[in-house]
Antibody, heavy 119, light 107 residues
């Protein structure tokens, strides 16, 4: 049974960097059969996939085009976790953020973190 | 990006009713489609993947089908615990995209 446990602040100031971490139990961030994703949800944008990291002989990342340049998703193999960094946030980045295991679909979700961007 | 359009955006039904929700992809995605259920304040739950394969533990009253770029989620006999919002998601291309959701409400 895979469990994903999210951590990170719920309030970020505009122009600063949003940072969240997802600790994995019951699977490995280095798995060859999964990807490790961040998805966010807001009333205005619905469910939005942000990006993923995964290991296929080397570490790879994919990001949604609208976030390229300000997003980093990276693994931490020593702690079996992965993280999200989203820089230069604005109020439009206010959302519930989920870490998610998947490949073509998403079968295990973290508990969600409401991140509010406000001064 | 592949656009996923769900209809209706909301539907009212009664316990025991048969309900169908539709999702249309803006281009061919084969059967790379999943359905999720989300209850208020809860995390989305994977119900169906590969258009018609039931995720483990999901009741058999849920089913999915595909016809070209049109996909349907059917609940054969609604139970009280099925009232929720349902989302489709395409897994063929990056970025993986979701429909806007269909809210299933009690009539």
């Amino acid at each position: 049974q895979v469990q994903l446990q999210q951590s990170g602040p719920g309030l970020v100031k505009p122009s600063q960097t949003l940072s969240l971490t997802c600790a994995i139990s019951g699977d490995s961030v280095s798995s060859n059969s999964a990807t490790w994703n961040w998805v966010r949800q807001s009333p205005s944008r619905g469910l939005e996939w942000l990006g993923r990291t995964y290991y296929r002989a080397k570490w790879l990342e994919d990001y949604t085009a609208s976030a390229i340049g300000r997003i980093i998703i990276q693994p931490d193999t020593s702690k079996n976790q992965f993280s999200l960094q989203l820089s230069s946030v604005t109020p439009e980045d206010t959302a519930v953020y989920y870490c998610v295991r998947g490949w073509n679909w998403f079968d295990s979700w973290g508990q969600g973190t409401l991140v509010t961007v406000s001064s | 990006d592949i656009q996923m359009t769900q209809s209706p955006s909301s539907v009212s039904a009664s316990v025991g009713d048969r309900v169908t929700i539709t999702c249309r992809a803006s281009q061919d995605i084969g059967t790379w489609l999943a359905w999720y259920q989300q209850k208020p304040g809860k995390v989305p739950k994977l119900l169906i993947y590969a258009a018609s394969t039931l995720q483990g533990g999901v009741p058999s009253r849920f089913s999915g089908s595909a016809s070209g770029t049109d996909f349907t989620l059917t609940i054969s006999s609604l139970q009280a615990e099925d009232f929720a919002t349902y989302y489709c998601q395409q897994g063929k291309n990056i970025p993986q995209t979701f429909g806007q959701g269909t809210k299933l409400e009690i009539k």
